[in-house]
């Protein structure tokens, strides 16, 4: 014990730190995590440097709350499902805007419904090891507008990707 404390100390006192023996072992290290005091954590730190899997229908109803899958057509829960994909990893608060314009869509021929998402809390461990997020998604449409929330976890897709999917335990 006496020895390993004075390794440490020693170490200490050399100016010596962690990150640059991990550095000279596996090379330059990527900049710290994105965190700042409005977005909390966020981006490529947890996950949001990569594109999410193809949105099937069936992902898409696993990431919206259940009051808003009844009220929406599939391509509407597809485009919501995608937005949250984003919104999963986005800074807290950022709303993002679903369904997003076509390039191809004329800018008179507004979508049917719309609404945006976005991140209420910081990333969490769940109790069950995953990375979640609380996120409240939005619709708009003729009849009204709905305010939903929804926890998100993180969980391993195909082809090493991560998809964010609403929490349920076995």
Known sequence: MAGALS???????CGWNPRSLVADVTGPLPPPAPIDEAGGLHGAVIGGDEAPPPMTLALADAAIAPELRLRLQPTERQALAEASQYAATAKRGEKIAWPLPAPDAP????????????????????????????????????????????????????????????????
Do not use: T
Request: charged fraction near 15%.
């Open 7 to 13: 390794a440490a100390l020693l170490a200490s006192a």
């Open 107 to 170: 800018p008179d021929k507004p979508a049917l419904s719309a609404g945006w998402v976005a991140a209420v809390s910081d990333p969490y461990l769940s109790s069950h090891g995953l990375l979640c997020r609380d996120l409240r998604q939005a619709l708009a449409r003729g009849e009204g507008s709905a305010i939903e929330p929804v926890s998100l976890c993180r969980e391993d897709a195909s082809g090493g990707a991560h998809v964010w999917v609403a929490a349920h335990w076995p």
